[in-house]
């Protein structure tokens, strides 16, 4: 079942979270194995997300974007999620 636009944003903004608060506990408790590994799981996830979501929805970051075959820059010509006509 696909997820709406919605759901998949919700998702992006909750493995997001967790690899911002792993990241902010690694900075004090650098040895941590345990927040390493859970560090690098929920980073892996939120990579997967962002790049399914981009593929459904356009991207959501500068590194999710695919500008390979394009002639000008594509980045900003579609609306952004919060923008008035989107499913959020």
Request: net charge negative; glycine share 4%.
């Amino acid at each position: 079942m696909k997820q709406s636009q919605a759901q998949m944003l919700h998702y992006v903004d909750m493995v997001s979270f967790a690899v911002i608060e792993a990241n902010l506990f690694l900075d004090t408790h650098p040895d941590d194995e345990e927040a390493l590994a859970y560090f690098r799981h929920y980073s892996k996830l939120r990579n997967k997300a962002l790049k399914e979501y981009a593929e459904a929805y356009g991207p959501l970051t500068i590194d999710t974007a695919n500008m390979n075959n394009c002639e000008t820059w594509e980045w900003v010509k579609d609306p952004w999620p919060w923008q008035a006509g989107g499913e959020c």
